[in-house]
């Protein structure tokens, strides 16, 4: 049903839009490289980053496991009771080589330097590129593979949201300063009702995670608890 | 962590929004605000006039010397009443204050202008957009691909709202971007979001320059034979 939610926390002398008007039912949960590669603390990244980033490995596995995943499997359980869309787009080469790079990026130059370096960008067949086992996808959730960090740059995202009638996007995953906050501005200065739940994303720092929700342009960050007291009296009832 | 080679020859100026309405103390909205901090207004100001303006000149020459594309993007709604805007935006872009009405500066108002100390010449292409980023809500990835641009230098305002969305945007989508950093500003006051942009931008994306250094690298980059035959025509 339609009605308004907390939007934007007011700033003295300033202009703000304190509550937004939404239909609730409109409300999809969009989940960001939640993948093996990037969770899973003896795969992927993790045996680079614990051999040569100890300090950053730390703070990035502690964060995950405390409160990161444990919160996105609360948001993706509080999607599923109330039948909304839950949408997971996964870091993921199409080609082996990265073909389906620009040609002249940096990024693909990176992966033909970094063979046995960091697996970034995840290739057709690598086993780390599967999602996060716990998510356990059902059959109605969208599983996009991108090979950029936002989903509207680099999947037909925009048209999927547009032809299922989702007006508001709850973003959340990894990391808050890339491909989250990346995705949270592409889609608030798209038109949609942008929310980056705060606990339920990390960085590779703490003042990385800041620097991701702490400077918003046309989107607002919320708490899990506050996201589903505030869209709880709007989704019932399908 | 991005690693940029410069390319002279796919490369190409991105001049983001330095207009009236975002970039000039005296017709931007953002003046009715000036009161709650003056000091920070007045640095906001000086640094438009005294690093971004000469900085873009130096960029502009630099590109129109080498005859390469220079793009200029400017932001506002493109009907009058801004209904092609998204709601939040119509209701709340640049607007000063809370008893202010919303602020509209459409297509061919005056404070859609860009400021003339960097205006474009004749046959530089400028792309209107309704968005912060000019890939949400522009045709820009077609004209450069039609230019052949791969690279792109980008400077202009706001560093972390229509600069950091493009810039972004552009790097996510396989162009080599670089970012001048005294090229850019914020808006009045916000030191440490123009700060966590660069910072970001440069982790994640691409590269952020100076302009003396980017001009410096260009000066040293030995000139390509198509670059001499466009020279030459």
């Known amino acids: ?238 | 962590m991005p690693r940029l080679e410069i390319d002279t020859d796919t490369l190409g100026l991105i001049v983001v929004d330095v207009q009236y309405s975002c970039a000039h103390p005296e017709h931007t909205p953002r003046r009715l605000r000036r009161d709650e901090s003056p000091e920070l207004f007045d640095a906001w100001a000086r640094r438009i006039q005294d690093l971004l303006i000469p900085n873009t000149q130096r960029l502009l020459a630099w590109f129109r010397e080498h005859a390469r594309p220079i793009l200029y993007l400017r932001v506002g709604s493109l009907l009058p009443d801004a209904q092609d805007q998204h709601p939040k935006r119509r209701l709340a872009w640049l607007r000063p204050g809370p008893d202010e009405p919303p602020y509209r500066s459409p297509v061919g108002s005056p404070d859609h202008a860009i400021l003339p100390e960097i205006a474009p010449q004749p046959g530089e292409l400028v792309i209107d957009k309704n968005t912060s980023g000019a890939f949400n809500g522009s045709a820009i990835d077609f004209y450069l691909q039609g230019l052949g641009l791969h690279t792109l230098v980008i400077c202009g305002v706001s560093t972390s709202a229509c600069v950091d969305n493009t810039a972004r945007d552009a790097a996510d989508r396989g162009y080599n971007v670089i970012v001048v950093e005294d090229a850019c500003a914020g808006s009045a006051g916000s030191e440490a979001a123009h700060e966590a942009t660069l910072r970001t931008f440069g982790r994640y994306f691409g590269a952020v320059k100076t302009t003396a250094q980017l001009v410096e690298e260009l000066s040293g980059v030995v000139e390509s034979p198509a670059l001499a035959a466009i020279r030459a025509r």
Request: aromatic share 8%; glycine share 6%.
């Open chain 1, 1 to 238: 049903m339609r009605g308004k939610i907390a939007w934007q926390p007011a700033r003295p002398g300033r202009f703000t839009i304190a509550e937004w008007e939404i239909e609730g039912r409109a409300t999809a949960l969009l989940l960001l490289d939640l993948q093996i590669a990037h969770v899973d603390p003896t795969r992927g990244v993790g045996p680079i980053f614990h051999e040569r980033f100890p300090t950053l490995a730390a703070y990035y596995y502690a964060r995950l496991r405390d409160p990161v995943l444990p919160t996105v499997l609360e948001l993706q359980s509080f999607f599923q009771q109330h039948e909304l869309p839950i949408i997971h787009a996964r870091s993921a080469l199409a080609l082996p080589d990265g073909a389906d790079l620009a040609a002249w990026s940096w990024r693909r130059r990176q992966l033909r330097e970094s063979a046995a370096g960091i697996p970034l960008l995840l290739p057709p067949g690598a086993p780390e590129r599967e999602l996060w086992p716990a998510l356990e996808p059902r059959p109605d959730e969208l599983v996009l593979d991108k090979p950029t960090l936002s989903p509207f740059n680099g999947t037909a995202l925009d048209q999927y949201l547009r032809n299922m009638g989702v007006e508001n996007l709850v973003i959340a995953g990894l990391l808050t300063n890339a491909a989250v906050e990346t995705t949270a501005r592409d889609a608030g200065d798209r038109g949609y009702n942008a929310m980056v739940v705060e606990d339920a994303c990390a960085a590779l720092s703490a003042e990385d995670h800041a620097a991701g929700t702490s400077f918003a342009s046309w989107y607002v960050v919320k708490t899990t608890s506050e996201l589903i007291d505030q869209l709880s009296p709007l989704v019932d009832g399908v």
